[in-house]
Structures are given as C-alpha cells and as structure tokens.
T-cell receptor, first 112, second 114 residues
Framework: QKEVEQNSGPLSVPEGAIASLNCTYS??????FFWYRQYSGKSPELIMF????GDKEDGRFTAQLNKASQYVSLLIRDSQPSDSATYLC????????????FGTGTRLTIIP | GAVVSQHPSWVICKSGTSVKIECRSL??????MFWYRQFPKQSLMLMAT?????????EQGVEKDKFLINHASLTLSTLTVTSAHPEDSSFYIC??????????FGNGTRLTVT
C-alpha cells in the first residue's frame, strides 16, 4: 500500500463547475496535510495546508480533512482553465514541512 | 512570501561529467533545505535533507558519493551530480522553509544526460 494515494486521473471538469480531488494516507500519525499544484515542467506551488479535522477555505479552494478516515480532499469552486494542472497531496508526521511524503498526483483538466 | 531560487533551470551534459545545481533562499534564512527528484509522471521523491554547516542526511537508496550536497550558508545549498549518467536525467527540485511553515519549492532544474 502506498503511503499517500491519489487517483492519477485525468479528471475532466467543465469550466465553472466544482473540481473534487481526493487523497488517502496510510500513516495514522500524520499531522499536517498539504496540497500543491504543479504545472507541466514546473515545480510544485503550495495551494493550501490543513492541520485540523474539518474544512479550511481560501478563496475558491477548500481543503477537507478527516483523520478518522485518513482522508483529505481539495475542492476547487468555479473551476477555470488555468486550474488545469497536476495536484499533489503531501502529508507529514509533524506540524510543519520536514520530509513530506507526496502522492503521485491527480491530473486535472478544466474544459472550457 | 518565501522565495526559493534554483539555478540553472535546465542543463544538458555529457555522460561522465558533473553538474552543480544551486538553491538559494532569497528573502529568508533556511537552516534546512531539501532536495527532491521527480521522474516523468512520478511523484517527488526526497533525496536528502541539507543542514547548514553539517553533513546532509540522505534517504535510503540515494548514493551520497554521487549526489554531493553542500549547505555552506543559511541561504545557499548546492547539489552536485557527479559522473552523471543518462539514468540520472530527471527534474531536480530544492525546497526550503522557515521553521513550522509550509515548504516552498525552487523552480526546478531539468537535467538531461546524453
């Protein structure tokens, strides 16, 4: 079992709709959770991070965390073509950023 | 926000030569930097953790004599791929952080070994 699992996609969503990206992790001791966006040929850029169970909203993005189910998701509202990218989920055992474990990413395509 | 600069963005070298990649934190001091490698359509894999003023900590399976890391100052870490071979061709990404803050990545270096 992979430590961090994501559906590789591609996930196609019409422009203006909600894109839902999911991630599960195996280590129950994980404490911090991150979503990064990576455009082709570029390095990842941080979208959101979440530490506590529940929802965290930032603009069009909402991260959802359920530690009991070992599940973290990212919702993108009002999807735009510029949101088309690979989204990487990452987890860590500590509150912070050392030695992040990444999933393989979900490729998202927003259809105009 | 935290800015991490990486240089060069891409490099092509011949098999057997060495290549140095620089990673700089531009607006903050980074006691720790991380070096990742990403093969096509795969996830980021941590290679090593670079600590200022001390030896790097390498992940299992990463050859420390092949991937030399130097972190001489709080704003600069370098990765040298020695005696590069085609299988070392990859996307190398550094990252740095302020304590207890999310990682920020450099823009990456695409290495092609011919």
């Amino acid at each position: 079992q992979k430590e961090v699992e994501q559906n590789s996609g591609p996930l196609s969503v019409p422009e203006g709709a909600i894109a839902s990206l999911n991630c599960t992790y195996s280590d129950r001791g994980s404490q911090s959770f991150f979503w990064y966006r990576q455009y082709s040929g570029k390095s990842p850029e941080l979208i959101m991070f979440i530490y506590s169970n529940g929802d965290k909203e930032d603009g069009r993005f909402t991260a959802q965390l359920n530690k009991a189910s070992q599940y973290v998701s990212l919702l993108i509202r009002d999807s735009q073509p510029s949101d088309s990218a690979t989204y990487l989920c990452a987890v860590n055992r500590v509150f912070g950023n050392e030695k992040l474990t990444f999933g393989t990413g979900t490729r998202l395509t927003i259809i105009p | 926000g935290a800015v991490v600069s990486q240089h060069p963005s891409w490099v092509i070298c011949k098999s057997g030569t060495s290549v140095k990649i620089e990673c700089r934190s531009l607006d903050f001091q980074a006691t720790t930097m991380f070096w990742y490698r990403q093969f096509p359509k795969q996830s980021l894999m941590l290679m090593a953790t670079s600590n200022e003023g001390s030896k790097a900590t390498y992940e299992q399976g990463v050859e420390k004599d092949k991937f030399l890391i130097n972190h001489a100052s709080l704003t600069l870490s370098t990765l040298t791929v020695t005696s590069a071979h085609p299988e070392d061709s990859s996307f190398y990404i550094c990252s740095a952080s302020v304590t207890n803050s999310p990682l920020h990545f450099g823009n990456g270096t695409r290495l092609t070994v011919t």
